[in-house]
T-cell receptor
Framework: GQQVMQIPQYQHVQEGEDFTTYCNSS?????IQWYKQRPGGHPVFLIQ?????EVKKQKRLTFQFGEAKKNSSLHITATQTTDVGTYFC??????????FGKGTSLLVTP | EAGVAQSPRYKIIEKRQSVAFWCNPI?????LYWYQQILGQGPKLLIQ????????DSQLPKDRFSAERLKGVDSTLKIQPAKLEDSAVYLC????????????FGPGTRLTVT
């Protein structure tokens, strides 16, 4: 079945440094979604990418969907302590339920 | 709009006991999901409902887990009997439709089985 893999598993940065997490799917995706989960919280939707090669920005966050629609990335410019949390990518299976990656946990120290 | 509601927020039980979780999705959301999230991992789908019908329950351990969504609104997830490895956070999510739309998650129920 479809698998979604994320790297790195953990990332520790100093405030102000950039951060990137990568997501790879074993199959071509119709779309990919990104979620953020703060420590002790629940996943919160960030964005959905649908088109091949799509790039979307949300303030300091840049999301990309690969040309083959099998990989994606999230880049945060100049991290802040509010960016702390775990970032998950998720791709729909044949029934449209989401398969989540294991996530990348970001720790930002001031 | 009100978010996804779940109860209880925390539950501690002994192995072999039973437990039930409740979820009320966002009003008007046809699709409801139950996920299991073990510490350090991403949410894993247990069951997906479209209105009151089951779309996907392929990863639900049916010998001990059951779920229902009566009248296509609220849902309950039950575990009977519980095992130690069932210790996890159980998340309920809803969306307007299937995976083409974003999912809204509830706060989750943290289950500890001793």
């Amino acid at each position: 079945g479809q698998q979604v893999m994320q790297i790195p598993q953990y990332q520790h940065v100093q405030e102000g440094e950039d951060f990137t997490t990568y997501c790879n799917s074993s199959t071509t995706l119709s779309n990919i979604q990104w979620y953020k989960q703060r420590p002790g919280g629940h996943p919160v939707f960030l964005i959905q990418l649908v088109k091949s090669g799509e790039v979307k920005k949300q303030k300091r966050l840049t999301f990309q969907f690969g040309e083959a629609k099998k990989n994606s990335s999230l880049h945060i410019t100049a991290t802040q302590t509010t960016d702390v949390g775990t970032y998950f990518c998720a791709g729909p299976n044949s029934g449209y339920a989401l398969n989540f990656g294991k996530g990348t946990s970001l720790l930002v120290t001031p | 709009e009100a978010g996804v509601a779940q109860s209880p927020r925390y539950k501690i039980i002994e192995k072999r006991q039973s437990v039930a979780f409740w979820c009320n999705p966002i009003s008007g959301h046809a699709t409801l999901y139950w996920y299991q999230q073990i510490l350090g991992q991403g949410p894993k789908l247990l069951i997906q409902f479209q209105n009151n019908g089951v779309v996907d329950d392929s990863q639900l351990p049916k010998d001990r887990f059951s779920a229902e969504r009566l009248k296509g609104v609220d849902s309950t997830l039950k575990i009977q009997p519980a095992k130690l490895e069932d210790s996890a956070v159980y998340l309920c999510a809803s969306s307007r439709a299937g995976g083409q739309y974003e999912q809204y998650f509830g706060p989750g129920t943290r289950l500890t089985v001793t």
